[in-house]
C-alpha cells in the first residue's frame, strides 16, 4: 500500500496562495515575494544590454557577415533577409566601403537585392541616411514587389531622421518610381504633403 506524506507546514505555506489588488490568486513563495517578480524587475536591464549589445562594433575577424554573404544561396524567404541583414550586414558595413551593397543590388537574385536595402535600415538608425539613399535609387525600379516594398520603407525611415532629404529624393522621382513605394515612403508624412505626393 502507498502512503501519501502530508506536506509540513513550513512546506504549505511556501505554496500559499493570497489574494491579489486585482482579486486574482498571487503564487508566493517562502521570501513572501510574487513568484516571477524578480524576473519582470530584470526585464529594463536586460533591455539595456541588448541595446549595448547592438551598438557593439564587430571585430575584424567576425565571421558572421562573411557567412551570411558566402551563403545566401541558402536565403530563400524574405523574413531570414530582414531579420539579419540589417543586424549582420548593415552592422558590418556601418564604418565600410559599401561595395559589397551595391554588388548585392545589381544581383539577378531577389534576395540579394533585398539584402541591400534591408542592411541599410542600420545605417539610418544610426544617423547616415546617404547610404539608404544611394542603393533606393539603384533599386527604385526593380519590377518585383519585394524589393518596391523594403526601399519605401527605407526612405520613410531616412524621413524620420532627415524629412528634407527624403522630400528632395522624391521631388526627384515621385513621377516614375512604383506606387507602392511611393506609399511606404510617405507614410509617415504630413497628411497634407502625403496627399499631395501621392496626386503628383
Known amino acids: 500500500m502507498v502512503t501519501h506524506r502530508r506536506p509540513s507546514a513550513g512546506r ?4 500559499r496562495c493570497e489574494r491579489g489588488a486585482d482579486g486574482r490568486n498571487v503564487r508566493r513563495g517562502a521570501d513572501d ?3 516571477g517578480a524578480g524576473a519582470a ?3 529594463p536591464l536586460r533591455r539595456r544590454r ?10 575584424e575577424g567576425d565571421l558572421r557577415p562573411q557567412l551570411y554573404l558566402r551563403r545566401h544561396d541558402r536565403i530563400n524567404v524574405w ?3 530582414d531579420r539579419a541583414a540589417p543586424r549582420v550586414v548593415g552592422w558590418y558595413l556601418l564604418d565600410k566601403p559599401r561595395d559589397p551593397l551595391f554588388e548585392l543590388a545589381g544581383s539577378d537574385d531577389v534576395w540579394r537585392r533585398r539584402t541591400a536595402i534591408t542592411a541599410t535600415f542600420w545605417f539610418v ?3 547616415d541616411v546617404e547610404g539608404a ?3 533606393a535609387e539603384v533599386l527604385l525600379h526593380d519590377e518585383e514587389d519585394l524589393i518596391n516594398k523594403p526601399v519605401g520603407t527605407a526612405l520613410r525611415e531616412v524621413g524620420k531622421v532627415d524629412e528634407p532629404r527624403l522630400l528632395t ?3 526627384e522621382h515621385v513621377a516614375t518610381m512604383p506606387r507602392v513605394t511611393l506609399r511606404y515612403a510617405v507614410e509617415k508624412l504630413s497628411p497634407g504633403r502625403r496627399d499631395e505626393l501621392m496626386s503628383r
Not at 12 to 15: E, G, L, S
Not at 50 to 59: I, K, L, V
Request: no cysteine.
Open 12 to 15: 504549505r505555506a511556501d505554496r
Open 33 to 35: 515575494a510574487p513568484i
Open 41 to 43: 524587475q530584470d526585464r
Open 50 to 59: 541588448r541595446r549595448h549589445r547592438d551598438h557593439r562594433r564587430p571585430d
Open 79 to 81: 523574413d531570414l533577409v
Open 125 to 127: 538608425r544610426n544617423g
Open 133 to 135: 539613399l544611394e542603393i
Open 169 to 171: 529624393f522624391l521631388d
